[in-house]
């Protein structure tokens, strides 16, 4: 199950559903939130033993290297230049990361899920803001 995720993915930006009020929930700066809006973003993941290492980025801005183990927190800085305090864990078939920002302390759930012929990655963000969730949707295919 784990090892269909370990594979570098390249975001679709046409695929984008709810983008613009998910990114305003959580408070993105404007000049941030274009660049994410209009330049595909990466990931991949790579794992050793129980460490797992995610490599994230933006085309043209370069990766931040996240290095973890399952259910133990960790301290990073997202793609924005924000601290960030994260955890992962698989659920089902899912992989699942809750991270709360350091700067506005909004929590934000991303839930992972390879499907199809396991070329696809599914993704959905939420944006915990009281009394409501701001939910994003996008894909990442394969590269």
Not at 102 to 111: A, L, M, S, V, Y
Request: charged share 30%.
């Amino acid at each position: 199950m784990v090892d269909k995720f370990l594979a570098k993915w390249k975001a679709d930006i046409d695929s984008y559903k709810n983008f613009d009020a998910a990114m305003i929930a959580m408070e993105l700066d404007p000049k941030a939130r274009e660049v994410f809006k209009t330049c595909a973003g990466t990931l991949e993941y790579k794992k050793d033993g129980d460490t797992w290492t995610a490599l994230a980025g933006i085309e043209g801005l370069g990766l931040r290297e996240y290095v973890y183990k399952l259910g133990e927190e960790i301290d990073g800085v997202g793609l924005d230049g924000v601290s960030l305090k994260t955890t992962s864990h698989l659920e089902g078939d899912a992989l699942i990361e809750h991270s709360t920002s350091q700067k506005t302390g909004i929590p934000i759930t991303i839930t992972r899920r390879v499907t199809g012929d396991g070329n696809t990655l599914d993704c959905t963000l939420h944006v915990h803001v009281d009394p409501k969730v701001a939910e994003m949707t996008y894909t990442m295919t394969k590269i």
